[in-house]
């Protein structure tokens, strides 16, 4: 029997688009701090200009469900690409805390709309019996800008100056524009807003179970590179590898067995990296970027199987809360922890608490449809 067509025309700009977004949202990521510690200020300036980043995604993950209801789907696009692109120039001008601070919540805001807007319509161009397929080639399409972007800003910024970079991660998010009238924008229509998602336990629990997977990436990033000395750049770099496969082959796995099936798994591996990454920093990081890369595709896929078409907002947006959310609080919960019991003990009780999510797994048949989420 003939499969059908995994990547259509429109899927293939979808892709372009979202790799140009996260290209140019990865290209600053770290090159933004750096240049306001190049300027004199202190580090908690620099760490604020990607806290009020990072808030300002959340922002837009919350909003982007009702402003796609009212302006539809290729409007909010657009508006996401400007957001994050456009600021992106004036950077330049200069690195005092009020111009980079109106560019980095801009630029988170249109970040939120981006990759909510983005993931709502990945299942509605890919094959119903590829889902799995399809997000997961999504997630290496998302997850490849971090890999090579994030350490080539860098490079650029001390090889060529800093307003090559800020110029080029600009233009690169808004290179998209030109995808967007090739996309589906299915106008209004789309009522299962976040609030509705989070009175459904069906969406929240998966929710739920993948934000501790990603408060142990966000711990990871941020504290191997103190626990884990010379080890850390093949740590980090082996966890984005294992990350970017598992999320494709995680894909292919839930679609022959279905989803729900991957959760336990992709948790189980997820801790048992996170417990290891005290001692074996190597070997725990491919752990766990192997679990944390099966858990995303799992749970995106098991969320939208709970949904109909109108709910797929709710679940893009939901997941991705966790995702960002997860990420912050890992990064400050095992910091705080840390200093009270030490580092593998934090590790340790972050392990632990990645297996008490098991404990939410429910009904993996459960299908939500539109009046469910009303």
């Not at 981006?114 to 990945?122: I, N, S, T």
């Not at 299942?123 to 397929?133: M, S």
């Amino acid at each position: 029997m003939t499969r059908s067509r995994l990547v259509s025309g429109q899927l293939a700009l979808l892709f372009t688009m979202t790799f140009g977004a996260l290209t140019g949202f990865y290209l600053l990521l770290s090159v933004v701090p750096l240049y306001v510690a190049g300027s004199g200020a202190g580090r908690a300036e620099a760490g604020a200009a990607n806290a009020l980043l990072l808030a300002a995604t959340v922002v837009g993950e919350l909003l982007t469900p009702a402003l796609t209801d009212r302006f539809g789907h290729r409007n909010v696009l657009g508006a996401g690409l400007l957001l994050l692109g456009l600021p992106s120039l004036i950077l330049p001008l200069g690195a005092s805390a009020a111009l980079v601070g109106g560019v980095s919540f801009a630029r988170g805001l249109g970040t939120g709309l981006v990759v909510v807007v983005g993931g709502a319509l990945v299942p509605l161009l890919v094959p119903e019996g590829r889902r799995g397929e399809g997000l997961g080639v999504a997630g290496v399409v998302a997850a490849v800008p971090a890999v090579l972007a994030l350490p080539l800003g860098v490079w650029l910024a001390h090889a060529v100056g800093f307003t090559p970079v800020f110029v080029i991660g600009g233009l690169s998010a808004m290179a998209g524009l030109f995808c967007l009238p090739a996309l589906p924008d299915r106008g209004t229509g789309d009522p299962a807003g976040i609030l509705a998602g989070l009175r459904s336990p069906g969406l929240v629990r998966p929710s739920v179970m993948f934000g501790v997977t990603a408060m142990a990436a966000g711990a990871a990033i941020t504290f191997l590179p103190i626990t884990a000395g010379g080890a850390a750049p093949s740590a980090l770099l082996f966890q984005a590898l294992t990350m970017t496969v598992s999320r494709w082959w995680g894909g292919r796995l839930a679609d022959r067995h279905g989803p729900s099936r991957l959760v336990v798994p992709a948790l189980v591996v997820c801790a048992a990296g996170t417990a290891l990454l005290g001692p074996a920093p190597l070997v725990a990081a491919a752990l766990l970027g192997t679990g944390f890369g099966f858990a995303q595709t799992a749970t995106y896929t098991l969320m939208l199987s709970r949904v109909d078409a109108s709910g797929y907002g709710a679940v893009s947006a939901l997941w991705n809360l966790a995702f960002d959310a997860g990420m912050g609080i890992g990064s400050a919960a095992l910091g705080v922890m840390a200093g009270l019991t030490g580092y593998p003990a934090a590790y340790a009780l972050t392990a632990a608490l990645i297996l008490t999510a098991l404990t939410l797994k429910g009904d993996p048949d459960a299908v939500r449809t539109r009046d469910d989420l009303a």
